[in-house]
């Protein structure tokens, strides 16, 4: 297969946070690394004066109207699982955790825009529910799951996991799910098994970057190793701060792998298959010189557009050195040697 660079809007864009979260202006601008220039723009320049107080009800003192992030659950019918119980295990340590509106506003979801302070609006009034999973391959039964499967049979827990983006930007979310392992074992995957693949939704119709983007190789797709998908740390989410997920986060589930870069982590899933070949994924199959397929958090490791020995908070606008699988070196660090890629 020939190579074809096509290098993807990466860039951050118009990334204005509105007063109503705990952040100002200008600590997005710095967390972001835009500087100056960036709060003097007129696209990014903040709708009112900084430093002045907002009112209730996401009000300015002179009762301008402020933009709140959807943070509404997409699928409302299992509200009586949230909140789950938090496990202690997985805190973490100093540092705060990221701000909902915060988190909530700034995403990578190209199915909806590659701009990241536009996926809420887009991905809001989405519908998830119904919802079916297709699980196939090297699977002792080839079933199909709904959201009861998912909702109704596995108990959930809350964990503070960090999120570290390839292009140097992190947070600290509280994820609500069950363990990946725990979903593995109930599909009881055949031995020869040595891969698990979760293919994204594919809707160009409804989903507005599928259709305006159609140089990519939708739908999205990604895949771990087995021993890696039965790692502790390895969490199918179905919420986030106490309730079930909004669309922008991945509805109804996700995956999170906190150890490794964000795009590791496939969003709203349609399909689980079993293999034991390695299979190809969306971004290593296009640049596989920039998206290595195990793509741990790896400092010493370069990249060719960003540096990834350190790493930008953007809830408190904190530069800080990145730490090896993100900081779970512990838990992951006897899966690999080191010269994975």
């Known amino acids: 297969m020939a190579h074809v660079h096509i290098p993807p809007p990466w860039s951050i864009r118009n990334p204005a946070t509105p007063e109503s979260t705990f952040l100002s202006r200008r600590q997005v601008v710095q967390a972001l690394g835009l500087g100056s220039v960036a709060l003097a723009a007129p696209a990014l320049a903040s709708p009112r004066a900084e430093g002045e107080a907002a009112g209730p009800g996401g009000e300015t003192a002179e009762g301008e109207a402020t933009v709140v992030p959807n943070t509404q659950p997409a699928v409302k019918r299992f509200g009586d699982r949230f909140p789950a119980r938090r496990n202690p295990k997985f805190e973490l340590g100093e540092s705060a955790l990221t701000p909902e509106n915060v988190s909530a506003q700034f995403n990578n979801f190209y199915e909806f825009t590659t701009t ?3 996926v809420w609006e887009l991905a809001r009034d989405y519908p998830v529910d119904p919802w079916k999973i297709e699980v196939k391959g090297l699977v002792k039964q080839p079933r199909t799951l709904d959201l009861d499967d998912i909702f109704g049979r596995f108990p959930l827990e809350e964990r503070l996991y960090r999120f570290r983006c390839v292009e140097r930007w992190a947070m600290q979310v509280p994820w609500t799910g069950f363990p990946l ?14 891969y698990v693949r979760f293919v994204s939704l594919l809707d160009k119709q409804g989903l507005p970057g599928q259709r305006k983007q159609g140089w990519y190789p939708w739908p999205y797709n990604e895949a771990l190793r087995l021993d890696e998908a039965r790692n ?10 106490g309730h079930a997920l909004p669309m922008q986060h991945g509805a109804p589930l996700r995956i999170a792998c906190p150890w490794k870069y964000g795009y590791k982590s496939p969003k709203s899933i349609v399909e689980i298959e079993f293999t034991d070949q390695r299979p190809g994924t969306f971004w290593n199959d296009m640049q596989e010189e920039e998206y290595g397929f195990f793509s741990n958090v790896e400092p010493h490791k370069p990249h060719p557009r960003w540096s990834q020995k350190w790493e930008q908070d953007i809830g408190t606008g904190e530069n800080r050195d990145s730490l090896l ?14 010269k994975e890629s």
């Open 181 to 194: 392992r725990a979903l593995i074992d109930y599909l009881e995957p055949l031995s020869s098994a040595k």
């Open 325 to 338: 699988y993100n900081g779970y070196a512990d838990l992951v660090g006897s899966m690999y040697t080191g």
């Open 232 to 241: 502790d740390l390895a969490l199918v989410v179905v919420g986030s701060y």
């Open 116 to 118: 990241k302070d536009k």
